[in-house]
Structures are given as structure tokens and as C-alpha cells.
């Protein structure tokens, strides 16, 4: 019983989270849960196998937190599994560093022990076709066979019991089942034999099928370790010191504090180039700050004082003193973490096709096996033959075929899609992403390139004075816009614009309005930057006015030039769009898909961008929050959704998301690709509908190597129960199985994206 104590001294309800020690799949996943959630005082329970956790809710108010966490440590460990307290991010991450070299161990040992085998199997058909004149020395093959059997895979026999404890069937179960039968009549056969004639021996059929699934667990552990990339690097970007003004006094002499000690109303200073560290307000000082890590747009935001800057975001050119409003616990970045986290966790990997079968093809092997031998004995067979045939029925069973069919296929397919630039990253996306009814695009860096460029310029483009004002002005300026302006004068005014204007001056940089060049006493003040800052320096910008108008509306951003007085010149300023946009767009709708933007800018440029490609649906103004709630929505509605980004601002959507797809942009591109199960290293669109086309192709070999794999199974245990397959014709027809589903998985190799296959 768990004792409950006062509900005024405990009114709420507790969350448990605890690390789960001996999951291996699906299965063991399925079976904790469901401990957990038969006990009456839990409210839920979540397993991620990926990070091996588990979130536990209370059903029950007022209950002692050690008690609860007590109860489920011990219900945890009665499941079979080794409850263990969750460590730090860092610990993890070198745990399963070590835990993904613990397992190459093994593996690259069983290979390395089977070769020997395999090729002196292969070796004697190539030969002669006798199978047992040219192998090795049966004392050879049962050294080698036998560490792989019961050293290296003792793993799966721990699991095994765990499923028949549990009364439940899985893959492993059934490898168990097949290559110890193997093992033990090929024993048996050697060591009755007469020294003249050697039977045929089943050693490499047992030790082979044990590297195999060896194999495939060890590249799940590296797919496991990748899920949780995201929130390591997203933990990564808040930096670990702030430079604290003792008292809030604004001074020169700052202490440097660990940001986990920051409190709410403490005052710190930030300087030109660093990373903010907590969400905080602006108490003095003008700067403009670089926020795509909240919003994904590549324009800086203007920052003076009364307001907020978010912690994560990078300031720009001037420093800035900024009073904390939140701990680090608690700041937007770590809302972000914490839903990638809790996105990853409730995909919890569902019960794998393969298990599910197992789970009803076991106990009828077991029962076609006993009825096999008892019938033959009861038939008046002796001893020997009865369990010969016994033997075939298990051999057979094997599921060498089974266990390869969806791994062979997902290889080759991740295989030829990271031929054509597309990485999938896990074996969930890669079977979800054929199912996809709608895809979700963010607009900066996806549709479009990221980075601002001259959309649109009036003025005296042929005048030669202000062409030079303007190189001067943003020669030395490290402003996006700046570096889009210089970009932009190398192409329409080359020769004039670089030639240094007559006179001397000084170019002075106006934090969060623009820059502005002082000459000597008596001559005209050149400005150029926001026309809210122009106007209110006494400038005359009327003439530009319907063209400030129409670039707003098409959520342009603008820039003008004076000269002293007047404006004489006027730039807009955009994101151009990647150039496979538009067709990729009308590639995925052609193909029956839902197109969708959600973006972080204003509603006049998303919607600007979204009329440019051909989209009608746009959600504007999304936080990194927002974008996972409409994903959420969307599924709640039915739909399959694939969510397309690039940035930290994407990456709670691209957890959230059925399947989430990566662009390979360089900044914050880690993130994104550790939250996404696909990313595109190209960063052209079109490779969407090309990711779901592979997915396509590859879940259609699965299925029809499943169906390959049962048909052996399904036809040769009749056979092998009624006598007519002994074990060696039973070997081979395994071996057969193997065989063609691999060479079916191998005709991926041909697939080309239909993109490419237009453009031929």
C-alpha cells in the first residue's frame, strides 16, 4: 500500500521520470507500459525507447513522492527490466557512445567468425555441390559456431526468457528457437557420426543467422543515439556564464556567473557578438539581435530599451544591459527543449510487423514441432528419425529469411536515397513517410534561400555620387543588408561603386536604424537606413512613398538613402526563393498531396511567398510552439503530416511531425537534422516528394519479402513435418529464402526520382 499523507501538505499529483535499463525493442517497450498502466495508482505511463526512459504519472493526489517513485521502480524491475535514476545530458550521451562500441564488439566478432564458414560453404557449391566433402572439419566449425551461438548471442536468449515469462512471442524468440536447434542436432550429428562418413552439418546456418540480427541491432543502436542529438544540441547554444552587474548597477566591472544561478530581476551585460543568455529585457543600450533561432527569419530585429530579447539569440553590433525575466529552467529555449522532448517521447516505436507475427508463429512452431514427434513416434519411427524430423520442422522455422526481409530492404533504400542526397535516419520515417497526405513547409530556408538580397531598387541608379555614398556607407557594415547591398552594387553599379567618394569622413553605425556618414563641417549628412529613423532626422521621403507602400504589402523590408534632406534612393529587400521551389510545390500537389507554409515571418511575406509557389494554406506568425500545435491539429484531423525545415525554430514541428524532413543549411542545422527522421543534404525541394517516393518503393519490398519469407515458411514445414525434407533440403530452402530476399531488396538500386526522370 502507498502511504498517503495530507492533501493540504501534497496537493499534487507527481510525475516520475526514471531510466529503463534491458530494452531491446518494441516488445519491451509494449510490456513496461503495460505493467505500469494495470496498477490503479498510475494515471499514464510513456516509454521512450530511444532515450531507454520512461514518464510515469500518479492517478493519485496527495501520495508521497518516494513512495510513487518507490511503487514503480519495483513494478518496472518485476517486467523484467533494471529501473535507474536518468542521468545528465552529458553522461548519457558518452553512455551511449559506449554502449554503440560495446555493441560493434560482438557483432564485428560473429562476422569475423562466420566468414570462415560461409566462404567454405560457398567454396564446396561452387565446386562439386557436395556440401560435405569440401567443408571445414566439423571440430572447425563447432569452435567456430559455438562462441557465436552462446557468447555472443546470450543477449538474445536473456530476451527470449523475458517474452516466454511474459507469455508472448517475438523475434528473438524465434531466432533462439531456430539456430539452437541447429546447433544442437548439428552437435549431435557430428558426434554419433562414423568417422567414414560425415553427415551434413547445420553450424553455419545457426552462427550466420545470429551475426545477422546482431547486425541489425547494432545499427538500431546508432539510430536510437540520434534521436536524441536534437535536444544535446539544442542544450548546447545557451551558453554556461553570464557577466552579472552587481546590484544592477551599469559599470564596467562584471562578475562572471554560471547562467543556472541567474535570478529573476538580476542585471546583465551583454556584448556585441555574444549569445544572450536568459530571456531578458532591455534596460539600456541599442543593438539589433539575430533571433532565427525563435522565428527562422534572417532579417536581425531592432532592439532598444523596454524590449524583450530571448535567450539563445545572438546580439549584434553594439552591447546591451538587460534585466532576466525568467530562470534558464524556464526561458523559451528551454520550452523548446522541452518539446522536442516530449514529441520524441510520445512516438514511442509501435509493435514491429515481424513481432507482431511472432508473436502467433511461435507457439505454432512449437506445437507443429511436439506434434511432429510425437506423431512419428506414435507411427512407430525410432528415436532418431523422430527428432531428425523435429529438427527439419525448427530448421526451417528459422527465421533467417524473416529476419532479413525488412532490413535487407530498408538498407538498400536508405542506401540509394543517400545516393540522390537524401539521409533517412531511422527505420520509422522511412516506413511512414509513403503514407504522408500533407506536407508542411517552414518559408525561410526551405522555400526560400535564407539570407536577405535586393528584391527591388528606385532611384538615380545612373548617378555615379550617390551609387559611391552608398558603397561607402556599407563598406565596412556587418549587416545582413549591408552585405545584400554590396552584393547588390557589384552587379549594377561596378567601377563607381567601389571608387571612394571625394572628401573626408567618418561612417558611423546607428544601432538598430542604420548607418550614417559624417563628413567635414558645412557638407550634407548621408543616411541610409529605416525610414521611421529618416523621418524622424528631418527627411523628406514623400517621393518614395507609393513604393513604400507596395513593398510593405508584399512584406518587403525597406531601406532608403539621403542626402542630407532628401531621399534619393530606395531598396527593398528579401528572401529570393530556391530555384526548385515552385516545381516541387506543384510536383507534390500533382501527386495528391496537402500543401501547406507555416512561418515565423509577418503575414504579408508568407503570404508573398506562398502565392510565388503555388500554396493556398499559410499560418503566419508561427512560434516554435505554434508550428507543432498546427502539426498536432492537422493529425487530429486525419492527416499524415510531413513537416519540411531547417532551424531550431522547426525542430519541436519536426519532432512532432509523422515524419520530419531536415534542409541541410549550414546554420542550426544540426538541430533541425537530430529532430528530423530525414534530411535533405541538397537542400532543394524537390527532394521531398523524392524522400516519399523511396519510402514508397522500400515499404513495397518489405512487404513482398515478408510475404516471400512466409511462403518458405509456410510451405516447407508441412513438408519437413510429414518427412519429406530432412534437415539438410530444410538448410537449404532457408538458405533459399535468404537469398531472394535480398536479391528482391537489391532491385531498389534502379529506382531514380521522378523529378530526374522528367528532366531526361
Excluded at 127 to 137: A, Q
Excluded at 577 to 596: H, S
Amino acid at each position: 500500500m502507498l502511504k498517503t499523507l495530507d492533501a493540504q501538505q501534497h496537493p499534487i499529483v507527481h510525475t516520475v521520470d526514471l531510466g529503463v535499463g534491458g530494452m531491446t525493442c518494441a516488445s519491451c517497450v509494449g510490456r513496461v507500459e503495460r505493467a505500469l498502466k494495470r496498477q490503479p495508482w498510475v494515471a499514464d505511463a510513456v516509454v521512450n525507447l530511444a532515450t531507454e526512459t520512461v514518464r510515469v504519472v500518479s492517478a493519485e493526489d496527495g501520495v508521497a513522492v518516494e513512495d510513487f517513485q518507490r511503487q514503480v521502480k519495483r513494478t518496472v524491475r518485476d517486467a523484467g527490466y533494471e529501473p535507474t535514476e536518468i542521468q545528465t545530458a552529458l553522461e548519457n550521451e558518452q553512455r551511449s557512445w559506449l554502449g554503440i562500441d560495446r555493441a560493434f564488439l560482438p557483432t564485428f566478432a560473429a562476422l569475423l567468425l562466420c566468414a570462415p564458414l560461409v566462404l567454405s560453404m560457398c567454396w564446396s557449391l561452387l565446386m562439386s555441390g557436395d556440401t560435405v566433402t569440401f567443408m571445414l572439419p566439423a571440430p572447425i566449425q563447432f569452435a567456430l559456431a559455438t562462441p557465436v551461438q552462446f557468447i555472443l548471442g546470450w543477449p538474445f536468449y536473456k530476451v527470449a526468457w523475458r517474452a516466454l515469462k511474459a507469455r508472448a512471442g517475438n523475434m528473438e524468440l524465434l531466432v533462439v528457437i531456430g539456430t539452437t536447434a541447429g546447433w544442437l542436432l548439428s552437435t549431435w550429428l557430428w558426434l554419433t557420426a562414423s568417422s567414414e562418413a560425415m553427415p551434413h552439418l547445420y553450424f553455419e546456418g545457426s552462427a550466420v543467422v545470429i551475426a545477422m540480427v546482431l547486425l541489425g541491432k547494432y545499427l538500431e543502436a546508432r539510430s536510437k543515439k540520434q534521436t536524441t542529438e536534437a535536444i544535446r544540441a539544442l542544450q548546447r547554444l545557451q551558453p554556461a556564464t553570464a557577466r552579472l552587474l552587481p546590484d544592477g548597477k551599469q559599470r564596467d566591472d562584471v562578475l562572471e556567473v554560471a547562467v543556472s544561478e541567474l535570478l529573476i530581476g538580476d542585471v546583465i551585460r551583454i556584448y556585441a557578438g555574444e549569445t544572450v543568455p536568459a530571456d531578458a529585457e532591455v534596460i539600456s543600450g541599442q543593438s539589433s539581435l539575430d533571433e532565427s533561432l525563435v522565428t527562422g527569419e534572417p532579417m536581425p530585429v531592432n532592439k532598444n530599451p523596454g524590449d524583450r530579447v530571448i535567450g539563445g539569440t545572438l546580439n549584434g553590433e553594439s552591447s546591451l544591459d538587460v534585466r532576466v525575466l525568467t530562470t534558464h529552467t524556464n526561458s523559451i529555449l528551454a520550452q523548446i527543449i522541452g518539446m522536442v522532448s516530449d514529441a520524441q517521447a510520445a512516438k514511442a516505436p509501435v509493435q514491429k510487423q515481424v513481432d507482431q507475427v511472432a508473436a502467433v508463429f511461435v507457439p505454432v512452431v512449437l506445437a507443429i514441432a511436439m506434434l511432429t514427434f510425437i506423431a512419428w513416434l506414435l507411427a512407430g519411427a525410432d528415436l532418431s528419425t523422430s527428432t531428425i524430423n523435429i529438427v527439419a520442422v525448427l530448421v526451417i522455422a528459422c527465421p533467417c529469411a524473416l529476419g532479413l526481409a525488412t532490413p535487407a530492404a530498408i538498407m538498400v533504400g536508405t542506401g540509394v536515397a543517400a545516393r540522390h542526397g537524401i539521409l533517412i535516419k531511422d527505420a520509422l520515417s522511412l516506413e511512414r513517410a509513403h503514407r504522408v497526405t500533407a506536407v508542411v513547409f517552414d518559408k525561410t530556408g526551405t522555400l526560400t534561400k535564407g539570407e536577405p538580397s535586393v528584391q527591388a531598387f528606385e532611384g538615380a541608379l545612373d548617378n555615379a555620387d550617390v551609387m559611391q555614398r552608398i558603397a561607402q556607407l556599407q563598406a565596412e557594415n556587418p549587416h545582413p543588408l549591408a552585405a545584400a547591398v554590396r552584393q547588390w552594387l557589384v552587379v549594377n553599379a561596378p567601377g563607381e561603386a567601389m571608387q571612394a567618394p571625394e572628401g573626408v569622413g567618418t561612417v558611423e553605425n546607428v544601432p538598430g536604424r542604420g548607418v550614417q556618414w559624417l563628413p567635414i563641417a558645412g557638407a550634407p549628412i548621408w543616411r541610409m537606413g529605416s525610414p521611421d529613423w529618416l523621418l524622424n532626422e528631418g527627411v523628406d521621403t514623400s517621393v518614395f512613398a507609393p513604393a513604400l507602400s507596395r513593398w510593405h504589402a508584399s512584406g518587403l523590408t525597406v531601406s532608403l538613402v539621403a542626402n542630407g534632406a532628401t531621399a534619393v534612393a530606395a531598396f527593398a529587400f528579401g528572401d529570393a526563393l530556391k530555384p526548385g521551389a515552385r516545381d516541387a510545390v506543384a510536383e507534390l500537389i500533382a501527386a495528391g498531396k496537402r500543401v501547406l507554409i507555416m512561418s515565423g515571418d509577418h503575414e504579408g511575406a508568407a503570404n508573398a511567398v506562398a502565392s510565388r509557389v503555388g500554396i493556398t494554406e499559410v499560418f503566419a506568425g508561427c512560434l516554435p510552439g505554434d508550428k507543432a500545435r498546427h502539426v498536432r491539429t492537422l493529425q487530429e484531423r486525419g492527416e499524415i503530416v510531413a513537416f519540411v525545415g531547417d532551424g531550431i525554430n522547426d525542430a519541436p514541428a519536426l519532432s512532432t511531425a509523422d515524419v520530419g524532413i531536415a534542409m541541410n543549411n549550414g546554420k542550426h542545422g544540426d538541430v533541425a537534422m537530430s529532430a528530423a527522421g530525414v534530411t535533405l543534404m541538397r537542400g532543394d525541394p524537390q527532394l521531398v516528394l523524392g524522400a516519399l517516393e523511396i519510402s514508397s518503393k522500400t515499404v513495397q519490398k518489405i512487404r513482398q519479402n515478408l510475404f516471400w519469407a512466409f511462403v518458405y515458411n509456410v510451405a516447407g514445414i508441412p513438408l519437413a513435418a510429414l518427412g519429406f525434407l530432412n534437415p539438410v533440403v530444410a538448410g537449404a530452402a532457408m538458405a533459399m529464402s535468404s537469398v531472394s530476399v535480398m536479391a528482391n531488396a537489391l532491385l531498389l538500386n534502379g529506382w531514380k526520382m521522378a523529378s530526374n526522370k522528367s528532366r531526361n
